[in-house]
């Protein structure tokens, strides 16, 4: 079984910054992609970042236009960690923040999902 835990949410006021991280444990052995998703009231998941597969904190990232510059992923390939790092915050980045990551797997890749940490910001 595979399990994705996000942590790191709360309620921080314009410009401020928070650092989302999420931890993968169970049978999950090599991993490719991970990325952030997040969702807001009454709107889709949207992604937020990505990065590949590399060395710990390595690899190519992919950013969402109104994140860019403002936010940035990392990983812990032996951790089987990545995070969020979000600084600047707006009121528009109010959401459920959500985990992925990808599997590499023999008979193709699998997508898991973490449960979600809430993100609010508010003066």
Not at 11 to 35: D, E, F, H, K, W
Not at 74 to 84: G, W, Y
Not at 94 to 117: D, H, M, N
Request: glycine share 12%; hydrophobic share 35%.
């Amino acid at each position: 079984q595979v399990q994705l835990v996000e942590s790191g949410g709360g309620l921080v006021q314009p410009g401020g910054s928070l650092r989302l991280s999420c931890a993968a444990s169970g049978s999950i052995r090599s991993i490719n992609t991970m990325a952030w998703y997040r969702q807001s009231p009454g709107k889709e998941r949207e992604l937020v970042a990505s990065i590949s597969s590399g060395g710990s904190r390595h690899g190519e990232t992919n950013y969402a236009d109104p994140v860019k510059g403002r936010f940035t992923i990392s990983r812990d390939n032996a951790k089987k960690m990545v995070f969020l790092q979000m600084d600047s915050l707006k009121p528009e980045d109010t959401a459920i923040y959500f985990c992925s990551v990808e599997e590499f797997r023999l008979a193709g890749p699998r997508k898991y999902w973490g449960q979600g940490t809430a993100v609010t910001v508010s003066s």
